[in-house]
């Protein structure tokens, strides 16, 4: 299993453009979990799906959504973005619920925002 | 408030000195406590959690409910420990994690 993996790895978009993070999940893991990272800064946490509900939500706009697919992958969606979007995008995956590994983390997408 | 605090950017020590990465957290009920570990261009990994009362790499944790602190201790670091630490908290049973703002760890020769 090659872990947790994302894409892409790097994205630079413009201000006002939208954005889709996508994420895979390590196999037999059913939650999914999103983080911003700004530099200099701890992960921040954005979403939580499980078995494809929202379990958890963080302090983010609405322009921030996410949604979790039958095979348990997920994507993330940012419209209108604003310069202060760009930062590292991580993607965790678990067995849910906090599971005795807790969560393993992808290697994240770079979002640029001009 | 939920809240963890790392008070340290960075910390630097010599091979061999004893490290102490100091973590305080806020948080009304009993959260479950991490340590995660970033190494140089890799991503970011649990390297320890409270319940586990576990020794990773020579690495113990200590949860202090009454100071609420959760500081991570090595006895005798190696360059190898130069890496980017986490302090991180989450509800039991969830997977909301509430990270620090880390810790640098530098581990001179």
């Known amino acids: 299993d090659a872990g947790v993996t994302q894409s892409p790895t790097h994205l630079i978009k413009t201000r006002g453009q939208q954005v889709t993070l996508r994420c895979s999940p390590i196999?037999?893991?059913?939650?999914v979990s999103w983080y911003q990272q700004v530099l200099g800064q701890g992960p921040q946490f954005i979403f939580q799906?499980?078995?494809?509900?929202?379990?958890g939500r963080g302090n983010f706009p609405d322009r921030f959504s996410a949604r979790q697919f039958p095979n348990y992958s997920s994507e993330l969606n940012v419209n209108a973005l604003l310069l202060g979007d760009s930062a590292l995008y991580l993607c965790?995956?678990?067995?849910?619920?906090?599971?005795?590994?807790?969560?393993?983390f992808g290697p994240g997408t770079r979002l640029t925002v001009l | 408030a939920q809240r963890v605090t790392q008070p340290e950017k960075l910390l630097s020590v010599f091979k061999g000195a004893p490290v102490e990465l100091k973590c305080n957290y806020s948080?009304?009920?009993?959260?479950?406590l991490f340590w995660y570990v970033q190494y140089s261009r890799q991503r970011l990994q649990l390297l320890l959690r409270?319940?586990s009362r576990e020794s990773i790499k020579g690495f113990t944790a200590d949860l202090n409910k009454g100071e609420t602190s959760f500081h991570l201790k090595k006895p005798f670091a190696q360059e190898e420990d130069s890496a980017m630490y986490y302090c991180?908290?989450?509800?039991?049973?969830?997977?909301?994690?509430?990270f620090g703002t880390g810790t640098r760890l530098q581990v001179f020769p």
């Open positions: 965790a995956s678990s067995s849910g619920g906090g599971g005795p590994s807790g969560q393993f």
């Open positions: 196999s037999g893991h059913k939650s």
């Open positions: 799906y499980y078995e494809k509900e929202e379990r």
């Open positions: 948080y009304s009920g009993s959260p479950e």
């Open positions: 409270h319940i």
């Open positions: 991180a908290l989450t509800k039991y049973n969830t997977d909301k994690l509430i």
